[in-house]
């Protein structure tokens, strides 16, 4: 960036030649007034849309791109953002509206100079990355290396928020690499290699460019939509966004978070906005493009990605290098590491295409290194819930449109959900996991397919680990718990005192409104936040008032109580544990080697639920967690039932009957339709999906009748989201394809399931003990 003293030195050099870039007749005269300010020049200045041949001829002449900066008016010492630039671009301003902004405020104009650049320079780069030979060739790069550097010098006049990607397609189809790789694509029967146009269409279809403009606007509409229900103040850890403000100085970033709602993007967005943070492309599904949509906000950033690119080498390979191309102009990405939306509340397993396609630019030398953000975005409560639940009931999922899109935004105002908390983990640095580039996992897919599967699992715990516990999901638990008996307000607050105390002692983030759950106006402000929801229902018409969770919600209210489950995880794998030492052993087994032992199954059982640190260091974690409740717990265990027993009271509160028995429930639903039902899995991958539907929709039957039974708990168990898990478990273990013995491990791994509700009833037995002893010494 240049200023008009700058541009005069530059315009009086010998062996110089000013490249204009301007969009008005206004923006050509005031560069020539510019100019001509500075005094006479040696040569005349040349458009940047007609250089001449002769020009391109002489190795040694400076070229100097100029062209004219627009500034918005500002509010405060920031832009003014308003709705109706979305009509009227403050950064390109009409020619009309140019003449009146000179006339008034001249110091919105501004006439920049990039990087200048000798013929000699340009030519060396152009035969170094592109493949061209002709003069037109070498003119057209030209034109675009200094495009880029205007852009540049813009970006350094506004600020990091307004570094924008110019030119992609044309830069990325230039590419000598792209060529090169695209004719070891092969695609069809014959293997006939793509052409340059149909990778051209590709990346119409993909490239993301920013407007200025919508910059500023999209984060302003995102907030007025997520304004009309919830805290118009975003709930920030300010420590984590000079952290993050830091990493993204110093490298690239991938914004990786948590996806929970819709409202999700809006949110982030704005929260970058709003802390003064380089803004990110987006990665969304395609089916998101609808209507005019997919054109503002492509505008916007957003990439649009097919959801399937298995059966497409093309598309696989454009996806690839764009993403490589993004990331090598150090443009930060964004994306949701799930995938699609938790239906469940908690973070469902990793996707690893995009983080592969990132690891890829890192490993052959695009980029230095690259960081990985984990991002968590918790609301108080959502509207969408119940949309969830109708899933997990089996409905089919709604296609987006304009009335999809109209009640959504409708919804955001139907009543007040609460607040929304961002928090940003620590960064995670690609090169930590992978190496230095052309390192020895780049040539070994085996190594970098596991590297790439650890760093996706340390980004999802350390977004599960900075995800704050709120006083919705705290007080849903709790009232799950009863399985839809109600409770007083006083039983309430009984049950919350263990529950803040266990939070406390093991300092897991909260947000603010859960310790002050100690007092009783936040209880009731939480219930009746509650019961205005829908999801709870108050009984006010008796002596006192109780709450409960009805049957019909049970599985909505689940979404919050699983948001919390990661921290009391391995509490609750313990107490499963100890009573398994508790129920008995054969004689010269060592009691604490079959407590790990446990751990490791139960560990193994819920895999596909929850995300894991490895043995060793979740074998610290069990450790550390028994200490809490006594340093002796070994010595314990090898006393006998009595010393499990005595061990087991220690434990407060116990949580595995809360946390851990809808999943096995699932699990045992599944399983019995399998081992008891005759089904045909079928050879093929159409049969295989056949035969899985069957089985979800015959669970889905059992389920209901055992509900209608009281066999199971409550409802909540019989869902979809948790059949699905269950069904990859059982692949995992062999379960679904044929075999001899297939009968008979199906009928083992029922009975362990059985066992293992046996344990869970023998807990919840002795909480219900606990809670009425601490009520009576209440009363």
């Known amino acids: 960036m240049s200023s008009d003293a700058d541009l005069a030195d530059l315009a009086r050099q010998p062996g110089t030649v000013l490249l204009t870039q301007a969009s008005t007749p206004t923006e050509a005269r005031l560069i020539r007034d510019r100019i001509g300010a500075a005094g006479p020049t040696e040569r005349p200045p040349v ?16 070229l100097v791109p100029v062209r004219v900066a627009w500034l918005p008016t500002e509010h405060a010492g920031r832009p003014a953002t308003r709705l109706t630039d979305l009509m009227r671009d403050p950064y390109h301003p009409s020619e009309r509206q140019q003449r009146r902004i000179l006339a008034r405020q001249p110091g919105r104009a501004i006439v920049l100079a990039g ?19 002709q003069d037109a060739d070498f003119a057209g790069y030209v034109a675009r290396r200094a495009t880029l550097a205007l852009d540049r010098a813009e970006y350094q006049l506004r600020g990091p928020r307004y570094k924008t990607p110019s030119l992609v397609k044309e830069e990325i189809l230039s590419s000598r690499r792209f060529r090169a790789g695209l004719r070891g694509v092969r695609r069809g029967p014959d293997g006939t290699p793509p052409s340059l146009e149909e990778a051209g269409h590709i990346l119409d279809e993909l490239a993301a460019g920013w407007s ?21 103040q975003i709930d920030y ?16 970033g991938i914004l990786l978070w948590s996806h929970r709602s819709n409202l999700d993007t809006l949110v982030l967005a704005a929260a970058l906005q709003e802390k003064g943070l380089p803004p990110a492309h987006l990665f969304a599904g395609i089916n998101m493009a609808f209507g005019p949509m997919g054109a503002i906000m492509r505008r916007a950033g957003v990439i649009f990605i097919r959801r399937s690119t298995a059966d497409d080498p093309l598309y696989k390979y454009v996806l690839r290098e764009y993403v490589g191309y993004v990331l090598e102009k150090r443009f930060n990405l964004s994306w949701s590491i799930e995938g699609t939306r938790s239906r469940t509340g908690k973070m469902l397993p990793p996707r690893l295409g995009l983080l592969s396609y990132a690891a890829d630019a890192y490993l052959s030398g695009r980029v230095d290194d690259l960081l990985l953000l984990p991002v968590s975005v918790t609301f108080d409560q959502l509207h969408e819930i119940s949309e969830y639940a109708e899933y997990a009931r089996g409905a089919s999922k709604k296609p987006e449109g304009f009335s999809w899109l109209y009640n959504f935004v409708k919804a955001q105002g139907a009543r007040h959900y609460g607040k929304v908390y961002v928090r940003f983990g620590e960064p995670v640095p690609l090169s930590a996991f992978l190496g230095p580039p052309g390192g020895p996992i780049a040539a070994d897919p085996d190594a970098r397919r596991l590297a790439l599967t650890k760093i996706a699992f340390e980004v999802a715990w350390r977004i599960n680990q900075g995800m704050p516990v709120t006083a919705t999901a705290l007080i849903t638990t709790i009232l799950l718990a009863m399985h839809g008996a109600a ?46 929801g829908g999801l709870v229902t108050c009984v006010a018409d008796g002596r006192e008032p109780v709450w409960l969770i009805g049957p019909d919600h049970q599985l909505a209210a689940t979404f919050y109580r699983n948001s919390l489950i990661h921290f009391m995880l391995d509490t ?14 054969g004689a010269g087994t060592d009691p604490v080697e079959a407590f790990w032992t446990e751990i490791g199954w139960l560990r193994d059982l819920l895999k596909f639920e929850f995300y894991f640190k490895d043995r060793d260091e979740h074998r610290r974690q069990v450790r550390e967690d028994m200490n809490r409740h006594d340093p002796d717990w070994e010595e314990l265990l090898r006393a006998g039932p009595g010393g499990a027993d005595a061990l087991l009271a220690r434990m407060r509160p116990l949580v595995s009957h809360l946390l851990v028995r809808p999943f096995v429930e699932a699990y045992r639903l599944v399983a019995d339709v399998l081992a008891h039902d005759v089904l045909d899995h079928g050879a093929s991958a159409d049969d295989a999906s056949a035969y899985e539907a069957e089985v979800i929709r015959r669970a889905l039957g059992l389920g209901r009748q055992y509900v209608a039974q009281r ?14 898990t269950a069904l990859a478990l059982m692949r995992n273990r062999g379960l679904l394809e044929g075999g001899s013995d297939m009968a008979e491990r199906r009928a083992v791994f029922l ?19 606990r809670y009425i002893r601490d009520a009576v010494r209440e009363d």
């Open 572 to 585: 609750a794998l313990c107490e499963l544990a100890v009573l398994r030492v508790f129920a008995g052993l």
């Open 487 to 532: 409770l007083t307000f006083d039983q309430i607050r009984l049950a919350l005192a263990d529950a803040l105390d266990y939070l406390a002692s093991r300092a897991i983030p909260q947000t603010a409104s859960v310790p002050a759950l100690a007092a009783a106006d936040p209880v009731h402000a939480t219930l009746d936040a509650l019961v205005a």
């Open 237 to 252: 850890d300010d420590a984590q966004v000079e952290r993050l403000r830091a990493a993204m100085a110093r490298q690239p």
């Open 115 to 133: 990087e200048p650049a000798t013929v000699g320079e340009l030519r060396r780069r152009w035969g170094e990355t592109t493949e061209g030979d």
């Open 47 to 62: 458009s940047l849309g007609g250089i001449p041949a002769s020009l391109l001829a002489e190795p040694d002449l400076r």
């Open 212 to 232: 200025r403009r919508l910059i500023d606007v999209m984060p302003v509409i995102g907030r007025m939509i997520f304004q009309r229900g919830f805290d118009p």
């Open 711 to 724: 066999r199971l708990r409550s409802s909540e168990s019989v869902s979809v989201l948790l059949f699905q």
């Open 751 to 769: 009975a362990e399931l059985r066992e293992l509700l046996k344990r869970l009833d023998r807990i919840e037995d002795l909480a219900i003990r």
